[in-house]
């Protein structure tokens, strides 16, 4: 069966300071990967996604970026955090090539940034 | 411009009795419509999808209805259970088949009462 993995589960950071999110699956290969954001009181916001290896799209212009070194791993990153950075962040994954639109989310990752 | 839309932020039901969760979407080309349920600190499980050639799909306690022509959704949970007191979000998909992106309304929240 697949999993997915997140850590760190918890980050205080202070403003400035860089971010590394890691996030990996298991049992699947070649996996379209995703990267969200959920804002207190606010609903998902896709960040970044990946089809495959070194293959990254944004989709909201930001102080983040994304990498994907390896087939199942997708890291998140800044080199220096704002306030507004703060946030859930959630990894998902989908099998590619399914005619369906089935996402499967990681446990998350809660950053604050101070 | 939200093209998904979960109108109402919260909703109480008492247990034993349905639940129904609204969604309103606004871009015709959307085929492909999920609903997730999300716990506080975790991430989104999947619950239901529905294609839009189909207008009902039915899993156990949950069913999910479309309406294309009001481009409205909703889901319905009967009999509600107090486990079932969660945030759910509505999605939706079909403007980028190969990257399988989904588009989230904001959710609402579902509180069950015993």
């Known amino acids: 069966s697949q999993t997915i993995h997140q850590w760190p589960a918890t980050l205080v950071q202070p403003v400035g300071s860089p971010l590394s999110l890691e996030c990996t699956v298991e049992?699947?290969?070649?996996?379209?990967l995703y990267w969200y954001r959920q804002a207190a009181g606010r609903g998902l916001q896709l960040l970044f996604y990946?089809?495959?290896?070194?293959?990254i799209s944004s989709e909201v212009p930001q102080n983040l970026s994304a990498s994907r070194p390896q087939d199942r791993q997708f890291i998140l990153s800044s080199k220096k955090l704002l306030l507004s950075d703060s946030g859930f962040y959630l990894c998902?994954?989908?099998?590619?090539?399914?005619?369906?639109?089935?996402?499967?989310f990681g446990p998350g990752t809660r950053l604050t940034v101070t | 411009d939200q093209q998904v839309k979960q109108n109402s932020p919260s909703l109480s039901v008492q247990e034993g009795r349905i639940s129904i969760l609204n969604c309103d979407y606004t871009?015709?080309?959307?085929?492909?419509f999920l609903w997730y349920k999300k716990y506080p600190a975790e991430g989104p499980t999947f619950l239901i999808s529905?294609?839009?050639?189909?207008d009902k799909n039915e899993d156990g306690r949950f069913t999910v209805f479309l309406n294309k022509s009001a481009k409205h959704l909703s889901l319905h949970i009967v009999p509600s259970q107090p486990g079932d007191s969660a945030v759910y979000f509505c999605?939706?998909?079909?403007?980028?088949?190969?990257?399988?992106?989904?588009?989230f309304g904001k959710g609402t929240k579902l509180s069950v009462k015993p």
């Open positions: 871009n015709s080309m959307f085929d492909y």
């Open positions: 990946s089809v495959g290896i070194g293959q």
């Open positions: 999605a939706a998909s079909g403007l980028g088949r190969s990257q399988g992106n989904l588009i």
């Open positions: 998902a994954w989908r099998p590619a090539g399914t005619g369906g639109y089935e996402q499967y």
């Open positions: 049992g699947t290969s070649n996996p379209n």
């Open positions: 529905i294609s839009s050639i189909k």
